[in-house]
C-alpha cells in the first residue's frame, strides 16, 4: 500500500507515539489511591440546559473497506476491472482438466489497448473488462471471483447475478493502412463456439462443492449483453465464507466479461443496498446524524482523486469508481445518493462535508476564481440534497428516485485543514461559507480548524464559524485525563462538533479499556451537551480479514467500531458503549456536584521521565446524568477505570421521589484488554439488570472497569 502523502506519513508518526505511549501505559496499571467514599450529588430541579438532540451520530469513509467489502452488499470484487491496471484482481482462471487450454487476461485498463482488443468499451465507466480465451476445453473452464475475503454463503438464500459477456473468434484483427505489421507471428485462429449455455455458480474454492448454480443463454452475438440470473442455496447449506463465484462454459472461444455482480439480499431489500447484519447494527445505534463522506475520503490524495459525487449517481453501470484515500480503490457503488438514504433509513440527518479545496498530498486551490468551480460543485451537490424538484439538481435526485428533499442543517468545509501548511482555509472556508449561507441561510458551515486546538490557522476573517469540528484520537489515559475539558471552554465561543474522535487501544476493534476511555470522554460531552452539539466516533467499520496465503490485513487503520468479515460481524466494546450512551438520554443537563473521587496516576513515557515530569493524577470515576423533563426518567452513568470496585454514594437531590427500582445496563469486563472478536463476538456486551431499593439517597458498588447506566424513575406518583 502506498501512503505517500505528508498528512497520512504525519497521521503514521502519531499513531507510532500513541503505541509507544500505550504500550508503556498498558504496563504499568498504577493502583489508584482510595480514601473517603465517592459523592456523587445531583441537583435534579437545575435540570435546565437542553442536551443536543443531535450528540450522537456517525462518521463514516472508505476506509478498512467500510463500503466495498463491508456495507455495500455488493459481493464480487473488481466487478468493473478497474481495480488494478496491469491485473485482474480478485479474478482468477477455473479449468476442471489439466488438459483444457485457456487463459484470462485484463483488457483494456492501460491507456494503449491494443489493435485487436478495442471495441470493447460498454461505455465511458466500462472501458476495461476480462477476457476469456479457452483454446481448447476439456469440460468445465472459466472465471472466478473471490469476493471480498471470500463469498458469503448463507441457507435457503437468493442471490441476483448479473454481469456483460460477449464471445468472439480469435482471428488476424483487421489493421488501418499506417499501422505497423506485428512483429510476432500472428496465434492460431479460434473459432467462435462460443454461444449456448454458461453456467453460474456460487462454490467452494476447491470447486468441490456447489452451494447455488443457474445457467444463462448465451446469444451468437459480437456485442455486449447484459444477463441476469438467480442462485438460490439449498436449507441445509452450512454457511461458510470459503467460497468462490465461478462463470464456465465448457466451449471454445473468445470470453470477454464486464460489471459482474452479485447481490445478496439486502437491508430492506432494496436494491444496490446494503449489508443486512452491519445496518442493523447501525440502526440500533439510534444515531442522530451521519457524517459523510470523510475524512480523508473527501479530499483524495491528490486535487483530483477529491470525491467525485457527480459520477456517484445515477445507474450503476455509469459509476467510474474513483482513487480512494486508503491504497484502494471505491467502486462508489454507494454514492451520494445512497449515503442519503442511508441516514434516511437510519432516521438519522446528513452532515455533509464539501470537498473545500485541499488534498492529502498537501496541494490547495487558494481562494479567489480558481476556487470557484469547487464553490460551485458544492452549491450544486447541496442542491442534490435539499434543492426542490424545480431545481436543476433537484430533479435530478427526482428522476433517481428520491423527489423528497433531505433534511440537512450543517455542511462541513473540507477535513482537517490544519494540515493545510499554507494557511489558505481562512480564504477558502469564507469562500464557501458567504456562498452557502447567501444561497441556504438555513444552513450552518462548520469550520474544521478550532481555534481551541489549532489557534494560529483558526479562520479569523468575517464571523466567527458557529461551529467548529474538534477531533481527538487518544488513549485512554489521555482520554482520562481530558474527559473533563469540556467542563471549563468558552460558552461564548464556537459550539462544537466533535466529529471525529476514539480511545485508540486494542485492533482491529478496540478492547475493553478503550471502551472506558470513551466512556469517561462521553460523559464529558454529555455533561457539556449544551456546547458540545454533535459527536461521532471514527473510524466506524472495519474488515477484519487477512489474506490467507500473504497475510495482508484489510484494514489501513487500527481501533475500529464494528468489526467483520465476508460472513459475520461483531460490535466492540466500544460499539456497546456508544449504544448504551445513545439509548439512555434524556433532554435535558442534570447538575452535579462530586467530591472524594480517588485518583490514579497515569504512567511517564520514557521521555517524560527523562526530562524528569511527574506522573499525572488522573480520575478513576467519571459520571454524567441527563433526565427526560416529560417521563421523569433520570439517566445516571457512572464509569469504574480502575480494577477494584468502587462504592460511590449518590444524592438525588431536588425531586420529590424516586421509584424503588432501577434499569442497570452495565457493560464489563475481568481485565481491561478483554475484547470482542470475530470468533468470540460477544465476550463483552451490556447485561440489564433491575435493582431495588433506589431512594433518593443511596450507595451503589461499581465494578472494576466497568460502565453503568442507571435509569432511575423520578416523579410524585410511587
Ligand atoms: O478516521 C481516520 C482518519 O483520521 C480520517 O480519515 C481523517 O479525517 C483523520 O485524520
Redesign the pocket.
Known amino acids: 500500500m502506498k501512503f505517500s502523502n505528508t ?1 497520512l506519513i504525519m ?1 503514521q508518526k502519531t499513531l507510532k507515539k500513541l503505541g509507544l505511549l500505550l504500550s508503556i501505559a498498558t504496563s504499568f496499571f498504577i493502583s489508584p489511591v482510595f480514601s473517603q467514599t465517592p459523592v456523587i450529588s445531583l441537583d435534579i430541579a437545575k435540570a435546565n440546559k437542553n442536551v443536543s438532540p443531535m450528540l450522537y451520530g456517525l ?1 463514516t ?1 472508505e ?1 478498512n473497506h467500510s463500503y466495498d467489502g463491508g456495507l455495500y452488499a455488493e459481493l464480487i470484487r473488481n466487478r468493473i476491472f478497474k481495480d488494478s491496471k496491469t491485473e485482474p484482481e480478485g479474478w482468477s482462471l477455473v479449468k476442471d482438466s489439466p488438459s483444457t487450454e485457456a487463459d484470462i487476461k485484463l483488457i483494456g485498463a492501460e491507456e494503449n489497448v491494443p489493435n485487436d482488443e478495442r471495441r470493447n468499451g460498454i461505455n465511458g465507466a466500462m472501458q476495461a473488462c476480462l477476457r476469456l480465451t479457452v483454446e481448447k476445453a476439456d469440460g468445465r473452464v472459466g472465471v472466478a471471483n473471490e469476493g471480498y475475503w471470500g463469498i458469503p454463503v448463507r441457507p435457503s438464500t437468493t442471490y441476483k447475478a448479473s454481469f456483460y459477456i460477449k464471445g468472439t473468434d480469435r482471428r488476424e484483427p483487421p489493421r488501418w493502412p499506417w499501422e505497423p505489421k506485428p512483429t510476432t507471428p500472428p496465434l492460431p485462429v479460434i473459432e467462435n463456439n462460443t454461444p449456448g449455455p454458461i453456467t453460474v455458480s456460487i462454490e467452494s474454492n476447491d470447486g468441490k462443492t456447489v452451494y447455488a448454480k443457474g445457467t444463462i443463454n448465451l446469444e451468437k452475438s459480437i456485442y455486449w449483453k447484459q444477463y441476469e440470473v438467480n442462485l438460490t442455496t439449498s436449507a441445509d447449506v452450512k454457511p461458510t465464507k470459503d467460497a468462490r463465484f465461478v462463470i464456465s462454459t465448457n466451449r471454445v472461444g473468445v470470453y470477454y466479461f464486464n460489471f459482474v455482480s452479485l447481490f445478496p439480499p439486502s437491508y430492506d431489500n432494496q436494491p444496490n443496498g446494503f449489508r443486512v447484519d452491519l445496518m442493523q447494527k447501525l440502526v440500533n445505534m439510534k444515531p442522530k446524524f451521519l457524517r459523510f463522506p ?4 473527501l479530499e483524495g490524495p491528490k486535487i483530483t482523486d477529491a470525491f467525485p459525487w457527480k459520477t456517484t449517481l445515477g445507474p450503476i453501470a455509469n459509476r467510474p469508481g474513483h482513487n480512494g ?1 486508503w491504497g484502494y480503490r471505491a467502486s462508489d457503488g454507494l454514492g451520494l445518493l445512497e449515503f442519503l438514504e442511508w441516514t434516511e433509513d437510519m432516521g438519522a440527518e446528513p452532515l455533509l462535508a464539501v470537498y473545500a479545496g485541499y488534498s492529502l498530498d498537501g496541494d490547495h486551490i487558494d481562494a479567489g476564481p480558481l476556487l470557484k468551480p469547487y464553490v460551485d460543485d458544492a452549491l450544486d451537490e447541496i442542491e442534490y440534497v435539499i434543492g426542490d424538484t424545480s431545481t436543476y439538481w433537484g430533479a435530478k435526485r427526482a428522476a433517481d428516485g428520491h423527489p423528497e428533499p433531505f433534511k440537512l442543517k450543517y455542511v462541513e468545509i473540507g ?2 485543514d490544519w494540515f493545510d501548511r499554507s494557511n489558505s482555509y481562512d480564504g477558502r472556508f469564507n469562500q464557501f461559507r458567504n456562498a452557502i449561507e447567501a444561497k441556504y441561510p438555513q444552513l450552518t458551515c462548520i469550520s474544521t480548524i478550532p481555534a481551541t486546538q489549532y489557534p494560529a490557522m483558526k479562520v479569523t476573517s468575517g464571523e466567527e464559524p458557529k461551529v467548529v469540528d474538534e ?1 481527538y ?1 487518544r488513549n485512554s489515559w489521555d482520554m482520562w485525563e481530558n474527559a473533563s475539558q469540556y467542563d471549563k471552554y468558552d460558552r461564548n465561543g464556537p459550539k462544537i462538533f466533535v466529529g ?1 474522535w476514539a480511545t485508540r487501544e486494542g485492533a482491529p476493534t478496540t478492547n475493553l479499556n478503550a471502551a472506558l476511555g470513551d466512556a469517561a470522554w462521553m460523559t464529558g460531552m454529555e455533561r457539556n451537551s449544551d456546547l458540545v452539539i454533535m459527536s461521532c466516533y ?2 466506524l467499520f472495519v474488515n477484519v480479514s487477512k489474506d490467507s496465503a500473504t497475510g495482508k490485513r484489510a484494514w489501513q ?1 487500527d481501533s475500529d467500531l464494528i468489526g467483520y468479515d465476508a460472513l459475520n460481524s461483531y460490535g466492540s466494546p466500544s460499539y456497546y458503549v456508544q449504544k448504551l450512551f445513545s439509548h439512555y438520554l434524556g433532554n435535558k443537563i442534570v447538575p452535579a456536584t462530586v467530591s472524594n473521587i480517588p485518583l490514579q496516576k497515569a504512567p511517564l513515557s520514557e521521555k517524560d521521565s527523562a526530562e524528569g515530569k511527574t506522573a499525572k493524577s488522573v480520575p478513576t470515576i467519571f459520571y454524567s446524568a441527563t433526565m427526560n423533563d416529560t417521563t421523569g426518567a433520570l439517566y445516571l452513568k457512572i464509569v469504574n477505570t480502575s480494577p477494584k470496585k468502587q462504592t460511590v454514594k449518590i444524592n438525588l437531590d431536588g425531586i420529590s421521589k424516586v421509584a424503588p427500582e432501577a434499569t442497570i445496563v452495565t457493560v464489563k469486563s475481568n481485565k481491561p484488554t478483554d475484547t470482542n472478536t470475530i470468533t468470540d463476538p460477544e465476550k463483552i456486551v451490556p447485561e440489564t439488570t433491575t435493582e431495588k431499593g433506589m431512594r433518593k439517597n443511596f450507595s451503589r458498588i461499581f465494578p472494576p472497569y466497568s460502565v453503568t447506566v442507571l435509569q432511575i424513575q423520578t416523579g410524585n406518583s410511587f
Open positions: 498528512k497521521k462518521m469513509e476506509i470523510g475524512g480523508n475520503f484515500s477535513n482537517e477531533h484520537y471525529e471514527a473510524p487503520w
